[in-house]
């Protein structure tokens, strides 16, 4: 297992060694936290693939079938075992109870009440909490 350091650096200095930066996280040995006037403002970080494992799987036969799509149940499957937020505008998602972020859309009314009319859909933000 390999031990991640953690390095801090000035958005001034970030800017003018980003692509140093980038080669260190990717080589893994390096977290790079950037701070503006002190306060960390983002995280540079490698990227981590999530494998399909037998648990996913497991939980891809126990979902119930609001939705029948694969690809999309293997997803619901994995952000339920692992706890993780889905970012999504399909709906269907929360009919499982996985954390959604993003954008849905959402029916507000009409724009002339009473007559024939256009459906008003207008974007709920959903943050990450």
């Keep these: 297992m390999t031990q991640t350091s953690t390095r801090h650096i000035s958005t001034y200095e970030a800017k003018a060694h980003f692509s ?38 497991q939980a891809v036969a126990d979902l119930p079938y609001h939705h029948t799509d694969p690809f999309d149940r293997m997803l619901i499957a994995q952000a339920l075992t692992e706890g993780l937020p889905v970012l999504t505008t399909n709906r269907v998602f929360r009919d499982y109870g996985v954390q959604v972020i993003g954008r849905c859309p959402v029916h507000t009314g009409f724009d002339r009440p009473g007559r024939r009319s256009h459906r008003v859909t207008t974007w709920r933000e959903t943050p990450l909490s």
């Design 20 to 57: 140093q930066l980038l080669a260190d996280v990717e080589s893994g040995g390096q977290e790079i936290i950037i701070t503006k006037h002190g306060k960390p403002v983002a995280k540079l970080v490698p990227v981590t693939e999530l494998s399909i494992t037998l648990a996913h799987g």
